[in-house]
């Protein structure tokens, strides 16, 4: 790996993590998924592909309880799709799916001009109605694989030209990912401390096997 490259999969997180949240021009405090009243939103397309599955546990550790499970046929018309300009001016694409009452599970990416310029991207846990914080990010490692920067997991995933850029058209869990979300109306109740420092509340487990497709906003 050249040095050039070991700097982009260093910088590239902070560089998304600063343009999520605002600095530097209007964004989001509340959350790494876009808010609704801030989106140009759109239905996602018809899929095309076939049903893949997706199997997760969401978790609440200040209650020590598991909130809901699923394992449930899965296709891109089950997906939330939108895009937004960030503060630094790039558009950032981002589909989500709910689950359980009133959580949704996100990806986030920057359309590229290159399969190369394809460094990372970001998934995250919100919950509706509720402040929180989530940005889980994943290091590309080869052409086709990504890991995830802090807690392990690791995922597969493919790229397509849409509209004359380069993007994500699906997700695939190699090993369990766990997608963690920070209570902001009450810090006392983030019991969980991982080995970063990173204090949480919610979590959700999306087990290996679990297949996302991902439409593009329109």
Same mark, same amino acid.
């Given at each position: 790996?050249?040095?050039?490259?070991?700097?982009? +999969?260093?910088?590239?997180?902070?560089?998304?993590?600063?343009? +999520?949240?605002?600095?530097?021009?209007?964004?989001?405090?509340?959350?790494?998924?876009?808010?609704?009243?801030?989106?140009?939103?759109?239905?996602?397309?018809?899929?095309?592909?076939?049903?893949?599955?997706?199997?997760?546990?969401? *978790?609440?550790?200040?209650?020590?309880?598991?909130?809901?499970?699923?394992?449930?046929?899965?296709?891109?018309?089950?997906? &939330?799709?939108?895009?937004?300009?960030?503060?630094?001016?790039?558009?950032?694409?981002?589909?989500?799916?709910?689950?359980?009452?009133?959580?949704?599970?996100?990806?986030?990416?920057?359309?590229?001009?290159?399969?190369?310029?394809?460094?990372?991207?970001?998934?995250?846990?919100?919950?509706?109605?509720?402040?929180?914080?989530?940005?889980?990010?994943?290091?590309?490692?080869?052409?086709?694989?990504?890991?995830? +920067?802090?807690?392990?997991?690791?995922?597969?995933?493919?790229?397509?030209?849409?509209?004359?850029?380069?993007?994500?058209?699906?997700?695939?869990?190699?090993?369990?990912?766990?997608? *963690?979300?920070?209570?902001?109306?009450?810090?006392? *109740? &983030?019991?969980?401390?991982?080995?970063?420092?990173?204090?949480?509340?919610?979590?959700?487990?999306?087990?290996?096997?679990?297949?996302?497709?991902?439409?593009?906003?329109?």
């Amino acid at each position: 790996m050249t040095c050039q490259r070991l700097m982009g +999969l260093m910088i590239t997180p902070l560089l998304a993590f600063l343009s +999520l949240i605002g600095c530097g021009g209007g964004g989001d405090t509340q959350s790494v998924a876009p808010a609704p009243d801030r989106a140009e939103r759109s239905a996602a397309p018809a899929p095309e592909s076939t049903e893949t599955q997706i199997a997760w546990e969401l *978790r609440d550790h200040f209650t020590d309880t598991v909130l809901a499970t699923g394992s449930e046929s899965f296709s891109a018309d089950d997906l &939330n799709a939108e895009k937004r300009t960030t503060g630094d001016g790039r558009t950032l694409h981002s589909m989500w799916h709910r689950i359980g009452d009133d959580f949704r599970i996100g990806v986030s990416v920057y359309p590229e001009d290159s399969p190369e310029a394809n460094t990372g991207f970001g998934m995250w846990l919100r919950r509706d109605l509720h402040p929180t914080f989530s940005w889980d990010w994943f290091n590309v490692v080869s052409d086709s694989r990504a890991m995830k +920067l802090q807690g392990g997991g690791e995922v597969a995933f493919e790229m397509s030209q849409v509209g004359g850029q380069w993007q994500l058209t699906s997700i695939r869990v190699i090993s369990d990912v766990v997608l *963690r979300s920070t209570d902001q109306v009450d810090e006392s *109740r &983030n019991v969980v401390v991982d080995q970063h420092g990173i204090s949480y509340r919610w979590s959700c487990t999306l087990r290996a096997g679990t297949e996302i497709p991902l439409p593009p906003p329109q």
